[in-house]
């Protein structure tokens, strides 16, 4: 997924402030399912929640920045996933991060719905 860097991304000195690498991820995360036409849940109660990540920022990128979002699944159990997401501005890897990913319905963990680890197996 492309991403450009407007200011709103920035700091007050003009870089990717850290948490924006986070929110892009997510973001291109959450487009694999919007560019399908459905949302990463089945109910108002379900749905993907991190239960954990590991964050590497390798690099600055700055306003007007065009930035890509790459995903790969590590692993994927009946219930969570593994991600391994980068953020890269041409040749260079900006930020890495590992998520484990939760399916939950109501709070509590849950199998994640067949349809979504058929679209899950297009990124292994």
Not at 24 to 33: D, G, K, L, P, T
Not at 87 to 115: A, H, N, Q, T
Request: proline fraction near 2%; hydrophobic fraction near 40%; include cysteine.
């Amino acid at each position: 997924m492309k991403i450009r860097v407007y200011y709103e991304d920035t700091d007050a000195g003009g870089i990717v402030y850290h948490t924006n690498y986070i929110k892009f991820c997510e973001r291109a995360r959450s487009e694999v399912f919007f560019q399908r036409g459905i949302v990463p849940s089945q109910s108002d109660t379900s749905g993907f929640v991190v239960r954990d990540l590991k964050a590497s920022f390798l690099a600055t990128s700055s306003l007007g920045d065009t930035l890509n979002v790459t995903s790969k699944i590590l692993t994927l159990k009946s219930s969570s996933l593994v991600l391994l997401q980068e953020v890269w501005k041409e040749e260079v890897k900006v930020f890495s991060m590992e998520v484990v990913l939760v399916y939950v319905d109501k709070g509590k963990p849950c199998r994640i719905p067949e349809v979504f680890k058929e679209i899950f197996k297009l990124y292994f």
